[in-house]
């Protein structure tokens, strides 16, 4: 999918150096022999050689076909012939059903039929178990099938350092990501594994259960303008199940006010109200701010005018933005996952930052105690780390911080499982969740989610059920306040859950199944 970052090879590393064995190339032995007789054999064996036989000690190998291996003077042979074009090989290994040789240097190879391919030694295993860590493990092999050791307290992937790193107590494979901690207590998580000059940035030990407060979780999405009277919309939500509403609202007085009526319906019904700011990178023209401190200065008015208005009803929550990160000003492809900063418009990074910046002082300048929420999508961590960093995409520092109350994102159907998400679309996957609450320490709410627009309501039916039951399970481990539903009423039966206050019927009661039986508490 993105061809600049695909992964080229996995280099096997057992300690602290690392040196790639010759092994690949030549045409004859490495000392222009002849080869003798034995290497010749043609011979079948009755059954296969046993799974871990090596050469030496045995002789020979036979693979499940009958096929008979050897090794002369440091070249495979198989059934008398050479395969493919090796030297100085110091051992031929019969493992699960496969070939392997292994250089002099301590490389692994593997034999797909044809030739040899870059592998690591396949007793080591495959990825490594979530949780797996050193110094009580050897190593760690991760979703690239790179080798992670720890070595007099600094980290070598591959057999090269990581970074700048030194008295590291711990190193850990958890959720997709690599860890450290220092003797200080400190933890470091590794932006990207495939890359060993990424860097490592601070967070909290990720495998720290948090629970965020019960009586929020379950959530809708709506708008404003719809039809229904607040005092429906409250009916609607209490059958459902639902306690929180995520309602659009800009600076615009005919919106304010529309919001301001729903505020006051759910404050005495004792519903929850997140409200989103529709404030972003664009002026009225239609032309991305100038810079920073214009389009600073617009969301500062507008989150602060909407604040204003809905303070006296309750409100305290707010997003400030929708999907900023994926407008065609700041994404450089809406096919890139995120993950990297590079992913990103470095031009217009200011006016986004100042915009995510002005609208949460916005509301702060009102509500001191209010919680403000930052907006993702697909795998944006690359955007999230930057902007908490005060990071550019062209890798430059010392820019503002934009700190938030609460990560939000959103996770449709085509961006893949929120708790197993490609890094770059076909990338590694990670835990986004786990790596969210490690790194910024604050709750995380998925405020848009739904399959489809094209699946039938059975689908999206047994959608509802199955990832309602995931955000569920993880609501008390990864720190999830709210999960919202997109949408109550979309004017049709893309995305809706109901049509013209008539449920749609199979999601409709998939939803409220759900919510019934599992309690938010």
């Not at 519903?271 to 529709?278: D, G, T």
């Given at each position: 999918?993105?061809?600049?970052?695909?992964?080229?090879?996995?280099?096997?590393?057992?300690?602290g150096?690392?040196?790639?064995?010759?092994?690949?190339?030549?045409?004859?032995?490495?000392?222009?022999?002849?080869?003798?007789?034995?290497?010749?054999?043609?011979?079948?064996?009755?059954?296969?050689?046993?799974?871990?036989?090596?050469?030496?000690?045995?002789?020979?190998?036979?693979?499940?076909?009958?096929?008979?291996?050897?090794?002369?003077?440091?070249?495979?042979?198989?059934?008398?012939?050479?395969?493919?074009?090796?030297?100085?090989?110091s051992?031929?290994?019969?493992?699960?059903?496969?070939?392997y040789?292994?250089?002099?240097?301590?490389?692994y190879?593997?034999?797909?039929?044809?030739?040899?391919?870059?592998?690591?030694?396949?007793?080591?295993?495959?990825?490594?178990?979530?949780?797996?860590?050193?110094?009580?493990?050897?190593?760690?092999?991760?979703?690239?099938?790179?080798?992670?050791?720890?070595?007099?307290g600094?980290?070598?992937?591959?057999?090269?350092?990581?970074?700048?790193?030194?008295?590291?107590?711990?190193?850990?494979?958890?959720?997709?990501?690599i860890?450290?901690?220092?003797?200080?207590?400190?933890?470091?998580?590794?932006v990207?594994?495939?890359?060993?000059?990424?860097?490592?940035?601070?967070?909290?030990?990720?495998?720290?259960?948090?629970?965020?407060?019960?009586?929020?979780?379950?959530?809708?999405?709506?708008?404003?303008?719809?039809t229904?009277t607040?005092?429906?919309?409250?009916s609607?939500?209490?059958?459902?199940?639902?306690?929180?509403?995520r309602?659009?609202?800009?600076?615009?007085?005919?919106?304010?006010?529309?919001?301001?009526?729903?505020?006051?319906?759910?404050?005495s019904?004792?519903?929850?109200?997140?409200?989103?700011?529709?404030?972003g990178?664009?002026?009225?023209?239609?032309?991305?701010?100038a810079?920073?401190?214009?389009?600073?200065?617009?969301?500062?008015?507008?989150?602060?005018?909407?604040?204003?208005?809905?303070?006296?009803?309750?409100?305290?929550?707010?997003?400030?933005?929708?999907?900023?990160?994926?407008?065609?000003?700041?994404?450089?492809?809406?096919?890139?996952?995120?993950?990297?900063?590079?992913?990103?418009?470095?031009?217009?990074?200011?006016?986004?930052?100042?915009?995510?910046?002005?609208?949460i002082?916005?509301?702060?300048?009102?509500?001191?105690?209010?919680?403000?929420?930052?907006?993702?999508?697909?795998?944006?961590?690359?955007?999230?780390?930057?902007?908490?960093?005060?990071?550019?995409?062209?890798?430059?520092?010392?820019?503002?911080?934009?700190?938030?109350d609460?990560?939000?994102?959103?996770?449709?159907?085509?961006?893949?499982?929120?708790?197993?998400?490609g890094?770059?679309?076909?990338?590694?996957?990670?835990?986004?969740?786990?790596?969210?609450?490690?790194?910024?320490?604050?709750?995380?709410?998925?405020?848009?989610?739904?399959?489809?627009?094209?699946?039938?309501?059975?689908?999206?039916?047994?959608?509802?059920?199955?990832?309602?039951?995931?955000?569920?399970?993880?609501?008390?481990?990864?720190?999830?306040?709210?999960?919202?539903?997109?949408?109550?009423?979309?004017?049709?039966?893309?995305?809706?859950?109901?049509?013209?206050?008539?449920?749609?019927?199979?999601?409709?009661?998939?939803?409220?199944?759900?919510?019934?039986?599992?309690?938010?508490?």
């Open positions: 999918m993105v061809k600049r970052r695909q992964f080229l090879g996995c280099l096997t590393a057992l300690g150096s690392y040196i790639l064995s010759a092994c690949g190339g030549g045409s004859e032995d490495a000392s222009g022999a002849s080869v003798g007789a034995d290497a010749k054999a043609t011979a079948r064996a009755v059954s296969a050689s046993a799974s871990g036989t090596t050469v030496p000690s045995a002789t020979s190998i036979t693979d499940s076909t009958g096929a008979v291996w050897t090794l002369v003077k440091g070249s495979v042979y198989k059934n008398g012939a050479k395969a493919g074009n090796t030297y100085n090989v051992l031929l290994l019969y493992y699960n059903g496969g070939i040789h292994q250089g002099t240097g301590g490389q190879y593997g034999w797909n039929g044809s030739n040899w391919t870059l592998c690591n030694d396949p007793r080591m295993g495959g990825t490594s178990a979530d949780g797996t860590s050193l110094p009580s493990s050897p190593y760690i092999i991760d979703k690239v099938g790179a080798v992670w050791t720890l070595v007099n600094v980290i070598y992937r591959n057999g090269s350092t990581v970074g700048n790193t030194y008295n590291v107590s711990l190193l850990l494979w958890y959720g997709g990501k860890w450290h901690c220092g003797t200080g207590g400190q933890f470091y998580v590794n990207d594994v495939r890359n060993v000059a990424s860097q490592w940035l601070p967070c909290n030990d990720p495998r720290i259960a948090i629970a965020p407060a019960a009586g929020t979780f379950y959530g809708m999405n709506g708008h404003y303008d719809y229904y607040p005092a429906q919309l409250v609607i939500l209490k059958a459902m199940g639902c306690t929180t509403y309602v659009g609202c800009s600076s615009d007085p005919r919106q304010i006010n529309a919001v301001v009526k729903i505020a006051q319906a759910f404050q019904a004792g519903l929850s109200l997140f409200v989103l700011i529709q404030q990178v664009y002026d009225a023209s239609g032309n991305v701010y810079g920073e401190s214009p389009a600073y200065s617009a969301g500062y008015a507008a989150a602060k005018a909407v604040a204003t208005a809905l303070k006296p009803y309750g409100v305290t929550m707010y997003e400030c933005g929708n999907e900023l990160t994926r407008q065609n000003a700041t994404v450089m492809n809406f096919s890139y996952a995120g993950s990297l900063v590079m992913d990103f418009n470095n031009t217009n990074w200011p006016a986004m930052r100042g915009a995510m910046r002005g609208m002082d916005g509301v702060k300048s009102v509500q001191p105690s209010a919680k403000c929420g930052i907006n993702f999508c697909v795998a944006d961590i690359g955007a999230a780390d930057a902007l908490w960093e005060g990071m550019q995409p062209d890798g430059s520092g010392g820019h503002p911080k934009v700190r938030w609460i990560t939000t994102w959103h996770n449709y159907d085509a961006y893949g499982d929120i708790f197993n998400i890094s770059d679309g076909n990338g590694p996957t990670f835990d986004l969740p786990t790596y969210c609450k490690a790194r910024y320490g604050v709750p995380f709410i998925i405020s848009e989610w739904n399959t489809g627009p094209d699946q039938s309501e059975t689908f999206r039916a047994n959608y509802i059920t199955t990832q309602l039951g995931e955000f569920y399970q993880a609501r008390k481990t990864h720190n999830i306040q709210s999960v919202m539903y997109y949408v109550l009423d979309s004017g049709n039966n893309t995305y809706g859950i109901m049509i013209n206050n008539t449920p749609i019927s199979a999601p409709y009661s998939a939803f409220q199944n759900f919510t019934a039986s599992h309690p938010d508490n």
